[in-house]
């Protein structure tokens, strides 16, 4: 399909869709993003995506909430399910036939534990509620969160890159979005929780994990990315800092 591809999120927030930017980045794909039109002409865009559908759309369902992509008449949601679509057109969801289950499941894996869980460390009461209408329930699930499940996502991600040693990926060898969509929570859970991250790098048990980090931020195209404006700041989306929250494990 020869239209370009339109990235439609909210600015001021890496968010879900930072999945979606790395991605078309690292292919060094031409396309839009809501995201750089400011924060009021952004929110009326993406609102009028939710809320109405043109002639031309009329096939594809209403939609919950973004990220979407447009490419043409179709448009598509939730960001592992973007991804899905994106991966063998980039040339990022592996080389074997089968791979693309493979990435998907890496990719799913890393949302659940290192994305999902820890928006739910910050608002573990209600997504509705301020931080601050639940804080000390956030203290305790972030304390919790930090002894025993980090170190279980972390141990994981480790068991993945030491099973293949053809190369330093999760595939071996071959690079693919679960590598970007790792990079990009590992990336969002230091900016979240560094001291805990700190410590976990230091123990010296996740070398596998801390390298393909700092691998995937040396990669040309992602780190032109992250150097540019394009690339928006942490702040009230999935990952946030709370002084508070920022523990070491007991």
């Not at 939609?63 to 040339?91: E, F, V």
Request: negative net charge; hydrophobic residues 35%; proline residues 6%.
């Amino acid at each position: 399909m020869a239209a370009p591809y339109e990235l439609i999120y909210y600015t001021g927030v890496p968010g879900r869709g930072e999945h979606i930017r790395l991605a078309l980045e690292e292919a060094g794909a031409s396309y839009t993003d809501t995201g750089s039109l400011g924060m009021n002409k952004c929110r009326e865009v993406v609102t009028e995506y939710l809320t109405e559908r043109s002639q031309d759309e009329k096939n594809n369902p209403p939609y919950y909430a973004p990220p979407m992509l447009k490419h043409g008449k179709l448009i598509i949601s939730q960001t592992p399910n973007i991804l899905l679509y994106l991966g063998p057109k980039l040339g990022l969801a592996g080389s074997r036939e089968d791979d693309t289950y493979r990435v998907n499941a890496l990719a799913l894996t890393a949302l659940d534990g290192l994305s999902n869980e820890v928006h739910d460390s910050h608002h573990p009461i209600a997504v509705e509620m301020f931080y601050e209408d639940q804080k000390e329930e956030s203290k305790r699930r972030s304390q919790e969160w930090i002894n025993t499940r980090l170190p279980k996502h972390l141990g994981y991600w480790e068991k993945v890159l030491g099973a293949d040693e053809s190369g330093p990926w999760l595939l071996g060898s071959t690079f693919t979005y679960a590598d970007l969509v790792l990079f990009q929570c590992i990336d969002g859970t230091q900016f979240a929780f560094p001291k805990a991250m700190n410590h976990a790098r230091e123990t010296g048990n996740y070398k596998c994990v801390f390298k393909l980090w700092e691998d995937v931020k040396a990669r040309p195209n992602v780190a032109a990315y992250l150097d540019s404006e394009r690339r928006q700041k942490y702040d009230w989306g999935i990952y946030r800092y709370y002084l508070d929250n920022d523990v070491l494990p007991e």
